[in-house]
């Protein structure tokens, strides 16, 4: 990446966000870290490896129950002063957390996970986004290639793919979710003549100004097709239909709590 961007003059014209965080034990685990010492070692890597002066959305990764959350808050503000980074992130936080980020500096982005079949900030991390003007930088956008249509119940995949732990893609609940896709395959395509990835991202970014979709594409090929979520939107009568949809086909529905990474004061627990 860092090479990509020095070459040809393409950091100028790049917007570039990463996190901060976690830690990385020499066995392999992941646990969060976000201590001033542990931000600072990790932005100087980064711009290092980047090979650039500056990152322009930086975001904690994971609040962390070791570090007081105005401390980790500080710590970004001391580099946003620096000029390292621009614009102050978190992921994975609540309202209340983000609260107490706020009474010490400001916040521009938030990202949580959100798609069609994993809607639980619509309680109340969404609406206070929206309400406070933060742009929500939504992640797993087609849930891990569920709403991309390209998913079959006998896919087999690696250990090293988030996807072989993640309880939808587990029977019986492959079924109920790939039976949903179908389901709103077929609504996209009849009501909007639209692919049901471009609909899964129409459906996230008409939730509010401050909209984004984000989802990890494997190859150029994978974004064939994008462009087909712009240029219209989606109706109040769309969200009820998807509502109704996945009542009828999702019975035992799961969200995406399994990827959180422990706590540090669980490396004990987890020998």
């Known amino acids: 990446m860092g090479k990509a961007l020095a070459e040809g003059g393409r950091r100028a014209h790049t917007v570039l966000a990463t996190k901060v965080g976690l830690e990385w034990t020499e066995d392999g685990k992941v646990f969060r ?22 990152i322009d959305i930086y975001q904690v990764h994971w609040p962390d129950s070791l570090v007081p959350i105005e401390e ?9 002063k620096q000029g390292k ?3 102050l992130g978190v992921s994975n936080f609540s309202p209340e957390q983000m609260d107490r980020w706020r009474r010490v500096a400001p916040l521009h982005t938030n990202q949580p996970p959100y798609n069609i079949f994993e809607r639980e900030i619509e309680k109340d991390v969404l609406p206070y986004s929206l309400e406070h003007g933060l742009v929500v930088l939504s992640y797993g956008a087609i849930c891990r290639g569920l709403l991309s249509g390209k998913v079959t119940a006998d896919r087999k995949f690696p250990e090293s ?9 587990q029977p019986p609940r492959i079924h109920q979710y790939l039976a949903a896709v179908e389901r709103l395959a077929d609504y996209a395509k009849k009501r909007h003549n639209r692919s049901i990835l471009s609909f899964a991202i129409r459906w996230i970014l008409d939730r509010g100004d401050t909209m984004t979709a984000l989802w990890g594409a494997r190859s150029a090929k994978q974004l064939e097709g994008v462009h087909e979520a712009f240029g219209w939107k989606l109706t109040a009568e769309d969200y009820t239909e998807v509502d109704r949809l996945l009542q009828e086909t999702i019975t035992d529905p799961v969200g995406p709590e399994f990827m959180a990474p422990p706590h540090r004061d669980e490396k004990a627990d987890s020998k």
């Not at 793919?161 to 893609?169: M, T």
């Open 33 to 54: 870290n976000s201590t001033p010492a542990r931000i600072q070692k990790e932005i100087e890597d980064s711009l290092r490896r980047l090979r650039t002066d500056r």
């Open 85 to 87: 980074i621009l614009a």
């Open 161 to 169: 793919d988030l996807r072989s732990w993640d309880p939808k893609f």
């Open 72 to 80: 980790t808050a500080e710590a970004l503000l001391a580099l946003q």
